[in-house]
């Protein structure tokens, strides 16, 4: 998918840099988006789940939604071949190339607020574990993100990484609130 997704933005996008091409492929080629693409093919419908994913009551179907998409494209090119696969990746991923409402929901606010720090104060962010709660199968961590002594924030999620773009979220947009005012 990545190979698919990569030529098409280049053909699409041929005086984009080398940066805005991954960010945009990056986030093409994440677990919302393929979850996103999973549900609309219904694909949901043809998976078995095993009984501990059905008493969290799917907990992680996200991922596990994005990785049957995935199975799915390995599948049409072992059978069909790279052409076929090719398109069918085209006719189902690349569509959320372009759509604000998919791209909002799969900003990467770590690599922003990396970003904005280093260009703006020079120091990178520092995010540290505050603690988990919730049983082994269904845990909420939480994670602190700071810049320097001025800026703070926290973030929850469900696995550590979540938190941290959570927490990046947060910090993100109060630092611009703040630099605003």
Same mark, same amino acid.
């Given at each position: 998918?990545?190979?698919? &997704?990569?030529?098409?933005?280049?053909?699409?996008?041929? /005086?984009?840099?080398?940066?805005?091409?991954?960010?945009? $492929?990056?986030?093409?080629?994440?677990?919302?988006?393929?979850?996103?693409?999973?549900?609309?093919?219904?694909?949901?419908?043809?998976?078995?789940?095993? /009984?501990?994913?059905k008493n969290s009551? #799917?907990? #992680?179907?996200?991922?596990?939604?994005?990785?049957? *998409?995935?199975?799915?494209?390995?599948?049409?090119?072992?059978?069909?071949?790279?052409?076929?696969?090719?398109?069918?990746?085209?006719?189902?991923?690349?569509?959320?190339?372009?759509?604000?409402?998919?791209?909002?929901?799969?900003?990467?606010?770590? %690599?922003?607020?990396?970003?904005?720090?280093? $260009?703006? *104060?020079? %120091?990178?962010?520092?995010?540290?574990?505050?603690?988990?709660?919730?049983?082994?199968?269904? $845990? %909420? *961590?939480?994670?602190?993100v700071r810049i320097?002594?001025?800026?703070e924030a926290s973030?929850? #999620?469900?696995?550590?990484? %979540?938190?941290?773009?959570?927490? &990046?979220?947060?910090?993100?947009?109060?630092?611009?609130?703040?630099?605003?005012?």
């Amino acid at each position: 998918m990545g190979l698919v &997704a990569a030529r098409s933005l280049f053909q699409k996008y041929p /005086k984009a840099s080398e940066g805005e091409l991954s960010r945009i $492929k990056s986030r093409i080629v994440s677990t919302p988006i393929l979850n996103s693409i999973a549900e609309k093919l219904n694909l949901g419908e043809y998976l078995l789940l095993g /009984k501990g994913e059905k008493n969290s009551q #799917g907990k #992680g179907r996200r991922k596990i939604a994005a990785n049957l *998409f995935e199975s799915l494209v390995g599948a049409i090119y072992l059978d069909r071949g790279f052409e076929v696969a090719e398109k069918f990746i085209i006719q189902n991923l690349l569509e959320f190339a372009e759509n604000p409402d998919i791209e909002e929901s799969v900003r990467d606010y770590k %690599t922003q607020l990396q970003e904005y720090s280093q $260009k703006h *104060f020079k %120091t990178l962010p520092v995010y540290r574990m505050k603690g988990e709660s919730g049983p082994d199968h269904s $845990k %909420t *961590f939480q994670v602190s993100v700071r810049i320097r002594d001025k800026w703070e924030a926290s973030g929850y #999620g469900a696995s550590k990484k %979540t938190a941290e773009q959570n927490a &990046a979220k947060e910090l993100y947009i109060q630092i611009r609130r703040d630099l605003r005012n």
